[in-house]
Every structure is written in structure tokens, then in C-alpha cells.
DNA sequence: CTTTCAAATGAAATCGATTACAAAGACCTT
DNA sequence: AAGGTCTTTGTAATCGATTTCATTTGAAAG
């Protein structure tokens, strides 16, 4: 592994002189300059970066955290990180937590070590103080999942507000008795913002709930179709589940063919995130599209500017999002 | 941000004691060890990895280059990986190529820098002739696709002899006229044996082929479904359909109950990896399920060994795989 | 009372780059 | 010819850790 040094010795100049071949720098003679070119191409030599990033203290590196990359919604968030990040010759390291506080605990440790020069969390196990720690110290950002009692920046969408525009489908086509179905953690405001918003769509019209205590399980299709199964059996009047995900909505679709039941002519069902698996479910599923990529642009823009500058001030970012009518809800 | 520097000046000692602090190296006396942890403790130090990783001359980092996250197939594999990983200390990175030749080139620069002690390809762009430089120079290995002619490390699963499988099992329930459809990059290795597979399956019983050039479009459900609607337009004749992925055969199927065929009556079709999408389809999809979790830990084995000696030689590993049969080919 | 060895600590080199500063030469300008 | 600017290069400091080597101290052994 040739270091600078092996070639200015090679080229007969100081390091310094490679150093400024090599970053373009300053001026250089013609002569020298391809002098050290030449030496660089026989030693094949390659910069150590980690000598660079020490003496720049700056390593171009972003942390994206995120539960886990089987989840093909987060697809699109981080490619609009990652396009960002490259324009502005940053690259971005991804890692997964699968909930697990030690395992996010030992990534952040890449920012606090300075190994990243800001990270961004697309679903964070972190505690809020803990967060609130980080933002003083590091540049973060949070997208989809955020804290609202944290002043840390975010770039979401108003969970709250979307949920109600899919309850009032459900209740505008006349359904009286409808379902909550959701796993995985409770404790992430898009679950909670989508429940509230499930809860008072019907207290204000004095309607039943009908749901399932989240369990802690993950995001499956067999664990929606359980629930839609458990919610059936004890209130065959259900007629239609809002459900938390696409995939959720797939497991109660599939409980309810196997019931016999027609869709949407019988039930009714909605999913969210407008993912792959709203397609492939027969009947196709009413869900909501958000615009994931520009979540993820818009959070990676704002933490560039907060490494470059730390005194700015921290951003709270609503996205667009709308209703895809499918056939799930759609007579 | 603090420095050991700024810790062993409040401590009243040496860097290299606080360093001895801090890794548990070498004689501390008690008195020292809790002066030092204070100090630590008031300026709330972090040690600087850079430092550490340049002084060190290792990283204890591993960049994991795939296509791109949205694959849900590769999200076990990369489990896999950092499950070996974390055990030995290991930073797993995961960057997304999006099958960009310059974007993986980039991500490579990591490797090329030392910023990351090796690498593993699950789904290569980088030319065989590169691939074979790489090996010479750093520790590498590849997991699921791999180059036939290259000296480098692989570990995936026979295509050809699953594909064959899958086709007999078409051919076992006496279809004559069976399509293939394939969307995506036809250069890889999988879609290379998958449709050798196919062709001489049919070849030996004089069968005829049903096939459109793939296009290089990326895996769609959408891409699958126009495919099909053409092959079956063209050739009404076709009763059976062998596909590369479950998405692929998701949207045949589509196309399928579009024409009202009963499935698996009238026709039957088989998908590839038994990702959720094989159990959200109606019908369900037979599919090949490969042990991915393993071929990962396998892949990150290999690659610690290889780290540690570098003359280590490579290893050539194919893993098991069974047949998970399902409604779209289960009479 | 010397010798020996282990424990405890610090000074300085080192990893591989960048960059501030200094200096020297070439080329004009007046 | 003196002074100024621009080009070109090198020396050495620096980034923040680890580690080798040397030194000191104290206790045990002879």
C-alpha cells in the first residue's frame, strides 16, 4: 500500500507538491506535475482517506439509521438522501437497528466518534432525551418517524390528517362498524397520529371502535390476518379496517376472501404508503402515497446546511401526500 | 469537541495514559484510572475514530455494494452479514448502486481508500476484469451473483439445478407450451443459469420456446404483466409460465385473471426467492426459497478470514435451497 | 544493603494526509 | 539596478489517536 510519501519520493518532490498534484490545489510546473502523475500511476497509488478526513475534520460521510431495509418504503426516502448527498460530494452509509436500542447505540457512535458528519433517522429507537442530547451536539435530522416534543428538525407528513381523509372514504361510503388493525410499535407517531385519527373520526360521529391492543410483533401480513381474523370472529358487523400499512391491509384482504366476502361490495380496507404490495393485492389497495423521495432530499438539504453552519435553526417539514383510490375501497 | 489531549491535561497525566484508560491496555494504577474517567466524564470525550482507525491501520468497517435496498430478498442476506459482523466488532455499511457503474466505482473508493477494511458484492456492476484486480488487491467476496470466471470469493445457490426444478415441476403436471419472463439486467449471473435452465429443460423433451428478449427495465410487476399479455397474445397456446422473481410472477398472474383464467387450472405459474410478495399474491406463489441468511454469514466468514490472512484462498460455496409449493402451481 | 523485577507513567514517534509559511527564481516595471 | 509580483517548491506543523521505549518508584529477594 504506497503512501504519499513513497511517491514524492518516487517523483523526486516533497509531499507537499503530490498533495497539490493530487487536489489540484496550486500551482505546480507542467514538468513536475506529470512527474508525480507518472509515479502515482506506477505505484497505483491510492489516498488514504482516513489521513485526509482526520486533517480536514470532515469525513463527507452521512448516517442514514433505520429500522430495517426490508421495509420498501424507506426505499425511496433514501434515494432522495442519497441524491441529494452525491450532488454535494457527500456519501451515505446506511444501517440497520431492526429496533434494537444497542445496535443504534453502537452506529451512533460512528457520528459521535466523528466518523459521519451528521446522521439522519428514518426510524429512531432513541429515546427523546437522548435525541435532544444528540441535536445540541451533532447535526441530525429525523424523517417519516419524529419526536414532536424534540427540538430536533423533521420532514414528515401530518399522519393525522392524511388517516382522517381515509376514515371519511370509509365513513362517506356509509360504513359504521370499522377496524383498527396495526402492528408493530406503538410508541412511533405515525402509529399513534393514525390511530388518534382513527379514534376521533368516530367519536365524533358516536361510532364503536373496534381494535386490537398493537402488539410488538412486526410489520406481517400473518399478524394483520390474525387480528382481522380475532376482530371478526368476536364483531361479525365490521364491515370495513383502516389499516396502518400496505401490507397489514393484504393480511385483512386475505382473511376476508377467505370468509367469502366480496371487496369492496362486503368490506372495505385502506392501506398506507402506497408500497409494491398494494399492487399485487387482488383487489388492488386504496392507500396513501406520500412523497417519499422528496422527504428524503429535503431532510438531507437541511442537514447540509446544518454542517455547515450550526447555528442553524432547526426545520419542522409537512410533505404532500394523497389518497390512491384502488379497488379495495372503490365500487 | 474534546481531545484526549484536553482529557490528560484536566487528569494531570499523559495521552498515553488516558489512552491506556480508555482500551484497557497496560497498567493503570486505581488513583490514575478514576482521575482519567472523570476528566472523561466532565468534557464529555468521545474518542475520535479517525485517529484511531489511522493510527490502527484498520477500520473495522465492511461496505456491503448492492443494487438497491428495495429488493426485499436482500434484506436476509444483509442480516446475515451483520450478524457475523457485530459478533467480531464489524461496522456493516450499506450503500445502494442502483446498478450505476460510476455510483459503484464511488462507493469502491471506499475500498480503494482504506476506509473500509473489505467488501462484499451482492449484486455486481463493476466488469469481471475489475472484480479480479480488486481480489488481487483487497478483500472482497461476492454473495448471490457472481462472475463464473473470476478468481474472487462467491457464495449463492445453484440456479441452474433450482431452475431445472422448478421447470420439471411444470413439466411434471404435463405443460408443453411453457413462457419465461424476465425483466431486469440479462447480464447477471442468475438470470443467465435460470434461463439456461429453462431452455434446455424444454430442449430435451423438443419443446418449444416462449420467450421475450428481457428488456432492461428494472424487476416490475407492471414490465411482467405487459410480457406476458404479449406472449399470450401471440401464443394462446401458452398454459404455464416460469418467472426469475415472485413480483414477476405476481404480475403474470395478474395478466392471467385479466383473462379469466383460473389459476392453477388453467394455467400455473412459478416465482423465484419467496419474498412476502409469493404469500400477498392471489394465489399464493410456488417459489424457490434460498437460505440467505446464510449465504451472508457465510460470505462475512469468508471475508473475516481473508482480512485477518491475506492468503487465504477464495471459496466457492453454494447453498441449499428448497421448493415451497403453493396455490399458483398446487392442484 | 544491594539487586531484581513488576507496576506505573511520560516523552516522542507514528499512522497518512493537508496546509501555513518560507523561500527562491523568473519576469516585469520604472 | 532596485523593487514588485507571480510561479514553483519545500519544510514543518497539524489533525487525534496508539504504541514503543525509557524512566521512575517501590517492594521483594538474596
Given at each position: 500500500m504506497p503512501t504519499i510519501e513513497q511517491v514524492a519520493l518516487l517523483a523526486k518532490v516533497s509531499v507537499a507538491t503530490v498533495s497539490r498534484v493530487i487536489n489540484n490545489s496550486a500551482y505546480v510546473s507542467d514538468d513536475t506535475r506529470q512527474r508525480v502523475n507518472d509515479a502515482i500511476e506506477r505505484l497505483n497509488y491510492q489516498p488514504n482517506a482516513l489521513g485526509k478526513m482526520l486533517r480536514k475534520e470532515s469525513t463527507q460521510l452521512i448516517l442514514v439509521l433505520l429500522?430495517?431495509?426490508?421495509?420498501?418504503?424507506f426505499s425511496k426516502i433514501i434515494q432522495g438522501i442519497e441524491e441529494v448527498a452525491h450532488q454535494h460530494q457527500y456519501n451515505v452509509i446506511i444501517c440497520n437497528t431492526y429496533g434494537d436500542l444497542d445496535r443504534e447505540q453502537h452506529y451512533l457512535n460512528m457520528l459521535k466518534n466523528h466518523l459521519v458528519d451528521g446522521a439522519i433517522f428514518?426510524?429512531?429507537?432513541?429515546s427523546v432525551k437522548d435525541m435532544e442530547w444528540l441535536e445540541k451536539h451533532y447535526p441530525i435530522a429525523q424523517v417519516?418517524?419524529?419526536?414532536?416534543?424534540?427540538?430536533s428538525a423533521y420532514f414528515s407528513i401530518d399522519f393525522y390528517k392524511a388517516s382522517t381523509d381515509m376514515m371519511n372514504i370509509l365513513l362517506d361510503a356509509g360504513h359504521k362498524h370499522i377496524g383498527f388493525v396495526h402492528t408493530g410499535s406503538s410508541s412511533i407517531i405515525s402509529a399513534q397520529e393514525k390511530f388518534r385519527a382513527y379514534v376521533e373520526s368516530l367519536q365524533q360521529k358516536q361510532l364503536p371502535l373496534y381494535s386490537v391492543y398493537p402488539t410488538e410483533v412486526l410489520f406481517g401480513f400473518s399478524e394483520a390476518k390474525a387480528q382481522a381474523e380475532y376482530l371478526l370472529n368476536k364483531?361479525?358487523?365490521?364491515?370495513a379496517f383502516f389499516s396502518t400499512s400496505d401490507m397489514l391491509a393484504a393480511g385483512i384482504i386475505d382473511e376476508l376472501l377467505v370468509r367469502g366476502k366480496s371487496i369492496p361490495e362486503d368490506a372495505m380496507v385502506t392501506g398506507f404508503d402506497n408500497t409494491d404490495y398494494s399492487i399485487i393485492s387482488t383487489p388492488m389497495i386504496t392507500t396513501v402515497e406520500l412523497n417519499s423521495f422528496d422527504l428524503g432530499s429535503k431532510a438531507m438539504e437541511y442537514l447540509l446546511r446544518k454542517i455547515s453552519d450550526k447555528k442553524t435553526e432547526p426545520e419542522y417539514y409537512f410533505g404532500d401526500y394523497r389518497i390512491v383510490h384502488r379497488t379495495s375501497t372503490k365500487k
Open positions: 429500522h430495517s431495509v426490508d421495509n420498501p418504503f428514518i426510524s429512531n429507537t432513541t417519516v418517524e419524529y419526536y414532536h416534543d424534540c427540538s364483531h361479525p358487523e365490521i364491515t
